[in-house]
Nanobody
């Protein structure tokens, strides 16, 4: 089992920045690919970004490419999502997730999920 706890969400004005953190505990974290997803009420969970176990490869949704940055620190068992140039449409609950597979954008291929952290961007 891997336990994931997100933090860092909040209310920010459009154009602002936030850094989300996801602290992992439990089974070996360093071999998991990690991903960030987001969800708004009434919509499906949406892929945001993913990173391989060693940070050597990343993937981003087109909607966030160039604005968000995913990274990880395996010594701290933590993955981060830096959110820059935020837009009102980025408002959502952001979830981190761990996959037993290689880097993937499909939520179905993530085994462990955190509880989520709310990000609200005001216009």
């Amino acid at each position: 089992q891997v336990q994931l706890v997100e933090s860092g969400g909040g209310l920010v004005q459009a154009g602002g920045s936030l850094r989300l953190s996801c602290a992992a505990s439990g089974r070996t974290f360093t071999r998991n690919s990690m991903g960030w997803f987001r969800q708004v009420p009434g919509k499906e969970r949406e892929f945001v970004a993913a990173i391989t176990w060693n940070g050597g490869d990343t993937a981003y949704a087109d909607s966030v490419k160039g604005r968000f940055i995913i990274s990880r620190d395996n010594a701290k068992n933590t993955v981060y999502l830096q959110l820059n140039s935020l837009k009102p449409e980025d408002t959502a609950v952001y979830y981190c997730a761990a996959s037993l597979l290689t880097i993937t954008t499909s939520s179905r291929e993530y085994t462990y999920w955190g509880q989520g952290t709310q990000v609200t961007v005001s216009s």
